[in-house]
C-alpha cells in the first residue's frame, strides 16, 4: 500500500507537485523518476525481497505518482488505475450487493453509463439527484445507503455541489462521501477540507495535461480504505504502466503553472461569450453571474478552463464544433491544447435524452476544454465559428 510520507505535506502544492513523492535515483542519481519497465523482481531468497514482489503489486514509478497525487490532495494514500473508470469501479468495489448510492444527476455520461448498465446488474442501487440542493440529497437517503458520490464542478452543466454541507451530511449519515476533483484538480479544490473520504480523477485529463496517457487515480486519508484499495488493485489488477505512470508524472510538475493559464484564459473566454449577443446562455462557476458563483468563491480558489454555452439547436451547435480552427473536436479535457465538443451525442450519449434534457443539458449545448493558448487567438476562433 502506497502510503506517503509526512515531508511531502509540509511544502506549498507547486513544490508538492514538483518533488512529492520522488527522491533522486539512487543507483545513478537522476532527478527524474526512471520508468522502472518490469513485470517481477528478483528475489533474494524465500520471503526476502527489496519490496517489490510482482508488478501488479507494486511498482516503484507508480509508487511514486500515487505517492505524488496523494500530497498533492493532502491524502494519505494514493492509488493509481488504468483509467478514471477503472478507479471509480474499484470505489463502487467497496460496496456490497444490496447497497444504495446517491449520485449527482449530472456527472459524467462514463460514469452514470458505469452505474446504470454494470453495477446495477451486480446488485447495487443508485439515486440521481441535483446534488446543488442539499435538502435534495438528504431526501435520497434510504437505510441502505452507503455513499454520497458528487463531481463539482459537474460535466458539462458547470454546477457546484457545496462540499462543506454534504461532507457534514455524509458524516452524520456515515456514508463514504466520494467527490470527483478532476474539473478543478487540486490546485483550485481541496475536497478533504469539507470531509471527503475518497477523491477521484481521472489523471487523464489535468494531472497529465498532454493528452497522451489514459489513468486514474483514487486517494483517501483513512487507513482502513486505503488497505480495502490496494487489495482492489492486487486481486483486479486493474493497475496503470509504468509508462503511463511516468506521464503522468512529468505532468504534475508543471500542474501549478498549467492550471493558472487555464484559468485566466476560462475566465476571459467566458466573459466574451457572456457578452456576446449570439450566445444565448453561458455556464461557467467564474462568472457574476453564475447562481452559485458566490459559493464557487467560497470553495475553489480558481474556476479552470472547464465551461459550457446554449447555441440554441442541434444544428447551430454542430455548425460551431465543426467550423473552429484551434479548437479540436474531440472528447476529453484537460489537455494544453483546447478542446470542443458536444456533450449530447460524445460524453454525454449513455445518459437518457429525458434525464440530459430535464437538467439542461439541451442538444444545443456545446462544451469547450480551455487549453493554453494565446486567449486573444481562441476567442477569434470562437468569433468566426459563431458567425452567421
Not at 506517503?4 to 513523492?21: F, K, P, Q, S
Not at 470527483?180 to 477540507?193: G, K, Y
Request: negative net charge; hydrophobic residues 45%.
Amino acid at each position: 500500500m502506497t502510503r506517503i510520507r509526512d515531508h511531502d505535506l509540509e511544502n506549498g502544492l507547486a513544490t508538492r507537485a514538483v518533488h512529492a513523492g520522488q527522491e533522486p535515483e539512487p543507483l545513478a542519481g537522476a532527478v527524474t523518476m526512471p520508468i522502472f519497465q518490469t513485470s517481477t523482481y528478483v528475489q533474494a531468497g524465500l520471503g526476502r525481497h527489496k519490496g517489490h514482489e510482482y508488478a501488479r503489486v507494486s511498482n516503484p514509478t507508480r509508487e511514486a505518482l500515487e505517492r505524488n497525487v496523494a500530497a498533492l490532495e493532502g491524502g494519505t494514500h494514493g492509488h493509481a488505475f488504468a483509467s478514471g473508470m477503472a478507479a471509480i469501479d474499484s470505489v463502487l468495489t467497496l460496496l456490497s450487493a444490496g447497497d444504495h448510492v446517491v449520485c449527482g444527476e449530472n456527472v459524467y455520461g462514463g460514469t452514470h453509463r458505469l452505474m446504470e448498465q454494470v453495477r446495477s446488474r451486480l446488485g447495487l442501487v443508485f439515486s440521481y439527484v441535483d446534488t446543488r440542493e442539499v435538502a435534495a440529497v438528504e431526501r435520497a437517503i434510504r437505510p441502505a445507503t452507503r455513499m454520497l458520490f458528487v463531481e463539482t464542478p459537474t460535466n458539462p452543466m458547470m454546477r457546484l455541489a457545496d462540499l462543506a454541507a454534504l461532507g457534514a451530511l455524509a458524516g452524520s449519515r456515515r456514508l463514504l462521501f466520494v467527490v470527483d476533483n478532476t474539473f478543478a484538480t487540486p490546485i483550485f479544490q481541496r475536497p478533504f477540507e469539507y470531509g471527503a473520504d475518497l477523491v477521484v480523477h481521472s489523471t487523464t485529463k489535468y494531472l497529465n495535461g498532454h493528452s497522451d496517457m489514459i489513468g486514474g487515480m483514487v486517494v483517501t486519508r483513512r487507513d482502513d480504505l486505503g488497505e480495502q484499495l490496494a487489495f482492489l488493485q492486487k486481486a483486479v489488477g486493474a493497475v496503470p504502466g509504468p509508462f503511463d505512470c511516468w506521464l503522468v508524472l512529468r505532468g504534475t510538475k508543471t500542474l501549478a503553472l498549467r492550471m493558472h493559464q487555464h484559468d485566466a484564459n476560462g475566465r476571459r473566454i467566458a466573459q466574451w461569450l457572456a457578452a456576446d449577443t449570439r450566445v444565448p446562455a453561458v455556464f461557467y462557476p467564474g462568472l457574476p453571474a453564475h447562481p452559485q458563483h458566490e459559493l464557487a468563491c467560497r470553495q475553489m480558489s480558481g474556476f479552470g478552463g472547464m465551461l459550457s454555452f446554449e447555441a440554441g439547436s442541434f444544428e447551430r451547435a454542430r455548425r460551431i464544433v465543426e467550423r473552429t480552427r484551434i479548437f479540436a473536436l474531440a472528447e476529453s479535457l484537460g489537455g494544453v491544447e483546447s478542446l470542443i465538443g458536444h456533450p449530447a451525442t460524445m460524453t454525454h450519449a449513455a445518459v437518457p435524452k429525458a434525464m440530459r434534457e430535464a437538467m439542461g443539458l439541451t442538444d444545443g449545448l456545446v462544451r469547450l476544454a480551455v487549453g493554453i493558448e494565446d486567449a486573444d487567438d481562441l476567442i477569434a476562433d470562437l468569433d468566426q465559428a459563431l458567425a452567421p
